[in-house]
């Protein structure tokens, strides 16, 4: 995934992941060249382990 359309997903802007990426946090990605990229499965992972259950 790009970083416009990982952004899209998250519902957050495209900068607040180039600030995840500078502060070491948000999903892993790739970087090729200048390129960044985002792999579905890496993305899938941060998010299962940012899923937060209601108690009850």
Same mark, same amino acid.
């Given at each position: 995934?790009?970083?416009?359309? =990982? !952004?899209?997903? =998250?519902?957050? &802007?495209?900068?607040? =992941? !180039?600030? @995840? $990426?500078? =502060?070491? *946090?948000?999903?892993?990605?790739?970087?090729?060249?200048?390129? %960044? *990229?985002? $792999? $579905? &499965?890496? %993305? &899938?992972? @941060? &998010? *299962?382990?940012?899923? %937060? *259950?209601?108690? !009850?």
């Amino acid at each position: 995934m790009t970083t416009e359309e =990982l !952004a899209a997903h =998250l519902r957050v &802007e495209p900068k607040t =992941l !180039a600030n @995840w $990426r500078y =502060l070491g *946090r948000g999903p892993i990605y790739v970087k090729d060249g200048g390129l %960044v *990229r985002y $792999r $579905r &499965e890496d %993305v &899938e992972a @941060w &998010e *299962r382990d940012h899923t %937060v *259950r209601p108690t !009850a």
